[in-house]
């Protein structure tokens, strides 16, 4: 082969891996024993990266985060509470000392809810659930897997099969082609790529979800490098060749090993190309994401936001089965109180966002089921850091991590439940207590295998008996 030829096929090799999502093939080796499916389509949102519960479900703001550590002389500023998330829980916001609004007003306003109704009249919400996992890789594997994953490791492919292994195993191809799986992540880091599937000898990249990172492939880099999908000449364009090859190494460093042989049929290369160059000509050369409410300004957006605009781009073109988002703006807690609140804020504006997309879609709408959860929550004292603003930081290591909520809205739901602790007693007015004991964010994975009417078809696999469907909870 001419060295020409040579790199001509193997730069674009590399470049489609990067560029284009996982297009696994697909197959099944075992009928269904199967269920009726309870709706078409089902989102989750992994909700934004570590969220203490004091915070949001709570509501207890500075009172509950600051108030009892805070020096004597400016602790009469942090007497309040108040709801951030209005798109996802009823309750009115706090009435003063807002650091978390608008940039447009120095952030002391809050972003106007898009919803006129929260999830959570639209829904389940279940106030108090337990994850077993205190970190963020980790908490998301559990999710997942359906299972504690307490021995997962970071760099590391999920060590049992993930729900969009046993969905395109167990439903088939017919019902779950490779296109119709899908996971979102806001970032290339933290392991995030690995999560598409497992390592598992029976599941695996053949069973897998595409992948994508839309903010680094359709951010400044990937526009200055993936655009136009261009050849370079190996004699006289060296350089930008290794300037790409660089940025690909760089932007899989965390994968450990060469991306495997997905196998992509040409019909599907062909959309996600044309889905591509469509995103890259309607942006402009900009790099700014698409399908952003109109009532957002520009400056008020952050990455939470653009993974969940670009989210909205592929549900609208591929119309996923199930689609996975990850958000995780909130990590900032360690060290930055301040921006941890003002991406909370954005998180639930953009869960709002996408659930107002979803419903205005004529094949979603009605058809889709919504699933939000945070991965694993924060600690109830802080660190010894403190933001510009003099509030401290929170990191994610004792009991309280474990403390996370969860919700479910759309079709087959009902709405307007709320439960909570599982001592009755324990329970507000109009709240119950989950009649088969406190939720976990292991239950996740098989409330999406019953949602789809692959329920005992997953349980079948071994799943950990501890593991039940939230429906199940209830």
């Given at each position: ?374 991965e694993c929550g924060r600690n109830s004292t802080p660190n010894a850091i403190k933001d510009p603003s003099k509030l401290f930081g929170y990191d994610h290591s004792d009991n309280n991590t474990s403390k996370v909520f ?69």
């Open positions: 082969m001419k060295r020409r030829d040579f790199i001509k096929k193997t730069g674009l090799a590399a470049a489609g891996a990067f560029v284009a999502p996982y297009i696994l093939p697909t197959g099944r080796l075992f009928a269904s024993t199967g269920g009726t499916p309870m709706a078409n389509h089902v989102v989750l949102v992994m909700f934004a990266g570590g969220v203490r519960h004091q915070e949001s479900i709570q509501q207890g703001y500075l009172r509950q985060s600051q108030w009892a550590y805070a020096d004597a002389l400016i602790k009469p500023e942090l007497n309040f509470e108040g709801n951030l998330m209005r798109n996802m829980l009823e309750g009115p916001e706090p009435i003063d000392k807002i650091l978390y609004g608008t940039v447009a007003s120095s952030y002391n306003t809050p972003i106007p809810p898009i919803l006129s109704t929260p999830l959570q009249n639209q829904g389940v919400l279940f106030k108090e659930v337990h994850s077993s996992n205190a970190g963020h890789y980790g908490g998301l594997n559990v999710m997942l897997q359906g299972g504690n994953a307490l021995a997962q490791g970071l760099k590391n492919r999920p060590l049992n099969p993930t729900m969009f292994e046993y969905l395109r195993r167990h439903g088939g191809p017919t019902d779950f082609p490779a296109s119709k799986v899908w996971m979102v992540g806001n970032t290339i880091g933290n392991s995030v790529p690995l999560l598409n599937h497992s390592q598992h000898p029976d599941y695996g990249p053949h069973y897998g979800a595409n992948f994508f990172a839309p903010e680094t492939t359709f951010g400044p880099k990937g526009d200055l490098y993936l655009k136009n999908a261009k050849l370079y000449h190996p004699q006289d364009q060296l350089d930008p060749m290794y300037e790409m090859k660089y940025f690909l190494d760089n932007s899989f460093e965390n994968i450990g090993s060469a991306l495997p042989n997905i196998g992509n049929t040409e019909e599907e290369k062909q959309q996600i190309k044309l889905f591509m160059k469509n995103i890259f000509a309607r942006q402009g050369g900009t790099g700014a994401p698409l399908s952003y409410p109109s009532t957002l300004s520009s400056s008020d957006r952050n990455g939470d936001i653009n993974t969940i605009s670009y989210a909205c781009e592929i549900l609208k073109e591929f119309k996923p089965k199930l689609l996975v988002v990850n958000l995780s703006g909130v990590d900032s807690a360690h060290g930055n109180f301040t921006s941890y609140l003002r991406s909370l804020h954005r998180a639930d504006y953009a869960v709002g966002h996408l659930w107002n997309f979803i419903q205005s879609d004529p094949v979603l709408g009605g058809e889709t089921i919504l699933i939000a959860a945070p969860a919700m479910m809205a759309g079709k087959n739901i009902t709405p307007d439940v709320v439960y909570n602790h599982t001592d009755p007693l324990q329970n507000a007015v109009g709240e119950i207590a989950p009649p088969n004991g406190m939720p976990e964010t292991a239950d996740i994975a098989l409330t999406i295998a019953q949602i789809f009417g692959l329920k005992t078809d997953v349980l079948n696999t071994g799943l950990t008996t501890y593991t039940q469907s939230l429906f199940d909870r209830m």
